[in-house]
């Protein structure tokens, strides 16, 4: 005889240890089961784009460290971009070997973190993340050495970057670049063959791939549905051309493709890094000649990286001064929760909560 | 004051839950708006008075001494992370600067169970109420850390249309962390600074973090 | 290397598709009329030679005397890129602009933004609420005649 159930709905957040800081979720439930889903974002909307018209571009870096503020690099690396295309800048070439450098220890940090939570929403509280932690200090440490902060780094400047590294750095990377494999393979026999881990994940919060791309879905997401786009391949920016690397796949668009996806990516980082210290060459980290003020002449560019979440997306639009006139941040975290609804009505509510940890946002960069 | 239809939140395919929302957005956007208009002064800093005629009381002061070492060494922090600052805070519970150390590892996600709410990061006008009611749950004694300069004042969100310039316009604070993010060990100090503060509280006085 | 289509290349396949509906181009983007962008959005989706599957921003811009809607779009098939420019409210209230959520869902969130920072309206779209501010806030605080 079933049983006869009434929708209740629920509200989740803003303050709840696995909604990754401040989101907001209104469920109904049928029994255990999401019958609707409402997402409520803002919590922690700052303004930062209305404030970047105020600001002029180099102090706009400092802002853009705090919008994902585990991936203060490659957030700097898109700006700067942007504005060197908005500029007409030539960077250094030993400035952007050092911003490539720094931005996939980033991106090794930011799929850390990513894999630590995922997995403290499957319910292993706390082991994990003191795995994943241990080694993002190390990168952190090594962020203390390029520019003296450990997370909102401001490293990077139009043209290069506004400090060579030490010397003491080269070693410390070559260190961390010999363990890193390592420390994968650690969480490897730890998590990827657990068997409680197999059965929450594999076959849950499928999506088809073609549904990902119109929802404008990008990122580690995107290559676990079997979709091989990758801005660093497809649009190579910066010297991401002269680097050999393979992107990971998974065809089963489930969690578990999204957390293998993130676990190979940070393989093939290494390697990237690597590759660049062997091709680094010496001299002036910037040019000299680029101002402090920077007055682009009027127009509009849009410049886009792949970020450790997905494509992040500068539009800058100047009128000739010192600050920027308009400036938009295509936030992958943000419009990769457009499909949120969709991939957790139907499942249960552990499974809502696996598949939301799966996903990899940052609220920072989700309300900016 | 319009009265409205009791909504009832149960979806049916043609009519999802968002569409059903809409009442709810605008009392919660009405609570907002009030507390935006309400507080402008700032709490002042908790203060600790212990009456004359009790400080130079043995019993009294032996009893202190034994209740503030128990609530100094068991201080359990809130699992409240905000912003950027929030992972200063994971850091420093991880294994590297360890607060557990200090009796103070198991972060609570209850706010019934919790006694240091560490306010890790910017505060927008959005949250305000939700920090507003997390602090009103906790139980006393109850202290307040901000950590770094956004709970603080604002800090480089100070101009921000939608940006609390400083927590303590919204609950009182005890011990503020300065930094952009304070690092793990910075906050650890802070800590150590509050445990000096619990060790002057006294049964006589007033309790611990009260308005 | 994503080939980025200049604005006059993107105006022709536009004009193809639907004919009478691009207003002027220039050097990078097309611009389009806003009555006939739904018609337009669908063709570049679907005709095989545009193939727009992936749209990558929405974003609005105030120029104090209009409002431009800018649509940056991605073709993941032949890897090319093109903006479209959408001109509206020249009277400065209640701009109107149709809604892409029909053919690309990615739109949903990112015009909703636009909806709460800068005040135009998405006709057709299945969920217009503010999103990163509470309802009852005064204002559009992206428009540059916000005053804190």
Known sequence: MPIRTEPVTVNIGPHHPSTHGVFRLRVTFDGEVVVDAEPVFGYLHRGTEKLAEERTYVQFVTLSDRMDYVASMTNNQGFMLAVEKLAGITPSPRGVWLRMIAAELQRIASHLVGIGFFLQDLGAFGTPLIYVMRERERILDLFEMLCGARITVSYMRPGGVFMDAPQDFWPALDTFLADMPHYVDEYERLITGNEIVLVRTKGTGKVPAETLVNASVSGPMLRAAGLDWDLRIKDPYEYYGRVKFDVPLARESDNFARYIVRIQEMRESVKIIRQCVEQIEPGPVRPKEVPFLIRPPAGDVYAHIEGPKGELGYYLVSDGTIAPYRCKVRAPSFINLTLLRDMLVGWKVADMIVTFGSIDINMGEVDR | MVEHEPIALTPTPDNPLFRQTYELDRSEGAVINQMRATHIEQFPDPLIEVPAEFRRSIFVGSIDALLNWGRKSSVFPLMMGLACCSFEMIASAMSRWDLSRFGMEVFRASPRQADLMIVSGTVTWKMAPVVRRLYDQMAEPRWVISQGVCATSGGPYYESYSVVPGVNKIIPVDVYVPGCPPRPDALIYGIMQLHEKIKRYSLAGRAAGRE | ?148
């Open chain 3, 1 to 148: 290397m994503t080939i980025v289509l200049g604005g006059e290349q993107v105006a022709s396949v536009i004009e193809a598709i639907t004919p009478g509906s691009v207003t002027g181009h220039d050097s990078s983007a097309a611009w389009v009329r806003a009555e006939t962008w739904p018609a337009v959005a669908r063709g570049l989706h679907d005709r095989p030679e545009a193939d727009f599957k992936f749209l990558n921003s929405v974003t609005g811009v105030d120029y104090i005397d209009h409002f431009v809607i800018v649509y940056h779009l991605t073709s993941l098939g032949h890897n090319h890129s093109a903006v479209i420019k959408i001109r509206c409210g020249e009277a400065r209230e209640d701009p109107v602009v149709p809604s892409a959520v029909p053919v690309w869902r990615g739109a949903d969130l990112q015009e909703r933004e636009v909806y709460d920072l800068m005040g135009i309206r998405f006709e057709g779209h299945p969920n217009l609420k503010r999103v990163m501010l509470w309802e009852g806030f005064p204002g559009h605080p992206h428009r540059k005649d916000f005053l804190r």
